[in-house]
């Protein structure tokens, strides 16, 4: 038994020995390849860079959609997903990379807030009026700009068994840019037994760093992720395509 526990430990800890070292090359990357770099290398690399830290993690990910509609390359528009754990936006960018709307909280988490600003992160407060207008007209440009912009409308993460309310503000950048709506659902199930795997979700009052260390505990984590319909932003007010996106969505989840 002592033998099993010190090789889950020595497990753990090569696992975040590798994950330390990628995000140093993600560092590394972001301050010294990007200024150089055309968009579509950019994004390249980040798609690459979360599918090795996601390998690393032994996140299996899958992709499916009952209408055999396959993630979108090249995609510039806005991608609606439920939200579960930070591990949400490693997935989604190891399928569509591009830019995120995040918290203003994100700006400050240890290398991650820096990673995130180069990486044409979209943050916003959602306690301020004024953040939330100008969270719409940078999500806008950046989608006349070629880029998948992802979004959480939810605002905050759950365990799934649920889907919170949408918040209709963002949507208002989709009619702004007459663009096109991916919706996408994401569920994180254990690969061995077929059922939720909670140790994914990131929730209620759990810190990071214990997010963090379940996960690396973990070796069975798969992320399923559906492609939904693809929706047209044209003719709907901000409140009719906020509604009709959690429609959708929370009838795949079902």
């Known amino acids: ?4 526990v010190s090789g889950m430990r020595s497990s753990r800890f090569v696992k975040s020995l590798r994950v330390v070292a990628l995000f140093g090359h993600a560092s590394f990357l972001v301050a010294v390849r990007f ?3 055309q968009k579509s290398q950019r994004l390249a690399a980040i798609q690459r860079w979360a599918r090795q830290v996601l390998a ?6 899958l992709s499916q959609s009952p209408s055999g509609r396959q993630a979108p ?4 528009g806005l991608v609606v997903c439920n ?3 930070w591990l949400d936006i490693l997935v989604l960018q190891s399928l569509i990379p591009g830019s995120f709307v995040a918290k203003t909280e994100v700006r400050r988490w240890p290398v991650v807030g820096y990673l995130a600003q180069s990486c044409s992160t979209i943050f916003v407060n959602r306690s301020s009026p004024r953040s939330a207008h100008s969270m719409v007209e940078d999500t806008a440009a950046a989608i006349a700009q070629g880029y998948a912009v992802v ?6 993460s759950s365990d799934g068994s649920r889907l919170g309310t949408f918040h209709a503000n963002i949507f208002e ?3 702004r840019a007459r663009c096109e709506v991916q919706l996408l659902t994401l569920k994180y199930l254990d690969r061995s037994t077929g059922e939720v795997a909670p140790a994914a979700h990131f929730i209620d009052d759990m810190t990071l760093l214990a997010s963090i ?3 690396m505990a973990q070796s069975t984590i798969r992320a399923q992720v559906q492609i939904g319909d693809c929706i047209s932003a044209q003719g709907h007010s901000r409140k009719s395509l906020a509604q009709l996106s959690h429609e959708k969505i929370r009838a795949q989840l079902l």
């Open 151 to 156: 979004v959480f409308p939810e605002g905050t």
């Open 56 to 61: 690393v993690l032994e996140i299996e990910v």
């Open 35 to 37: 200024p150089g770099w």
């Open 213 to 215: 260390q379940s996960v």
């Open 173 to 175: 950048s989709a009619i």
């Open 1 to 4: 038994m002592a033998s099993v």
């Open 73 to 76: 390359e090249g995609f510039a």
């Open 83 to 85: 939200h579960l754990s």
